[in-house]
């Protein structure tokens, strides 16, 4: 249990995703539930759809959002069952079946045309990024750039190819979802790791902002949490981000030790996966998971310097 703890929580971190293909319902306005947290800011000429990462509320972005309101209008959203908000109630399925995750793509589809969001960019957070290549490649009417921070694209080096194995591994999951469900204790636990990995990581005068990201943890549905991150072992990623033709900007960070090593290893698993030709890696050295708050000044930059066809550089060291 231990070393399962571990791995789900890096992961969350770190995201991994699934390499088990359902379609997503065609029928994208039977919305089983509603997208009822959110944020609309700024006035700018650009439009941006911001997804945060698992268990986060859209206040994820909202230092981001208070800095660029004259360069874009921004709709950031909180993932139903993620901070508080009710936790959808859908029947879970057997193992080749990511309801809930098909249901999200409806709630946010419909979430985009309620609110009359046209040639936009996506832009996607950790477990986020996932999301965001999914809708845009759902909603390629709508969606002229995907952006990709610190999150995992190269989806199906990391799955279990043997299919018991994927199975043992989902059943993993949900067992580790009822231990969490039936000790409070042990809940608080997984949340306090959450908040110290923030607050070592964050520069001093964002200890408040960690705060705020603990307490969104702390609120998540249990059921909500580990069902989206069960269903991650059983949406294909790599098939949605190969139908995509518009340009990605894939913003990876490394830190502690032997990050030429994790670079090296990084894009061996890209090359792997056969990383598609419109896909744009940059490199931040020294920096945290939590980019919008550890170097805002650089991501604020690549996101401009990408929507506006500007050169990026490929590396940024500190």
């Known amino acids: 249990m231990k070393v399962f703890i571990n791995f789900i929580f890096v992961s969350l971190i770190t995201i991994t995703t699934g390499c088990k293909s359902v379609a997503a319902n065609n029928n994208l306005h039977n919305t089983f539930y509603p997208i009822t947290d959110y944020n609309i800011s700024g006035s700018g000429p650009d439009t941006l759809l911001l997804i945060p990462c698992m268990s986060c509320r859209w206040n994820e972005w909202e230092t981001f959002m208070e800095k660029n309101k004259e360069k874009y209008t921004m709709f950031a959203i909180t993932i139903p069952g993620f901070g508080g908000t009710p936790e959808p109630k859908l029947l879970i399925n057997d193992y080749d079946d990511a309801i809930w995750r098909g249901q999200l793509m409806q709630s946010i589809s419909a979430f985009i045309d309620e609110n009359g969001i046209k040639q936009a960019t996506v832009v996607g957070h950790s477990w986020g990024v996932q999301l965001a290549i999914q809708i845009a490649a759902i909603r390629a009417d709508v969606f002229k750039k995907v952006i990709a921070v610190d999150g995992t694209i190269e989806s199906t080096s990391v799955i279990p190819k043997d299919e018991n ?3 043992r591994q989902i059943k993993e999951i949900e067992e580790y979802g009822q231990f969490l469900a039936e000790d409070p204790e042990e809940w608080r636990k997984f949340n306090r790791a959450t908040y110290q990995y923030n607050k070592d990581t964050l520069r001093k005068e964002d200890v408040d902002w960690a705060l705020k990201l603990h307490g969104s943890f702390m609120a998540t549905s249990k059921v909500a949490l580990i069902q989206y991150w069960r269903e991650n072992l059983i949406v294909d990623l790599d098939f949605y981000l190969h139908k995509i033709k518009v340009p990605i900007l894939n913003i ?7 990050q030429e090593k994790q670079k090296e290893k990084y894009f061996g698993k890209l090359q792997a996966v056969g990383n598609p ?26 996101i401009w310097a990408f929507i506006k066809d500007i050169e990026l550089k490929k590396e940024y060291r500190f």
């Open 165 to 167: 194995e994927r199975i």
């Open 277 to 302: 030709a419109n896909v744009t890696t940059v490199i931040l050295y020294d920096t945290y998971h939590f980019i919008m708050q550890h170097r805002p000044e650089i991501l604020d930059q690549c």
């Open 252 to 258: 990876q960070s490394f830190a502690g030790k032997n």
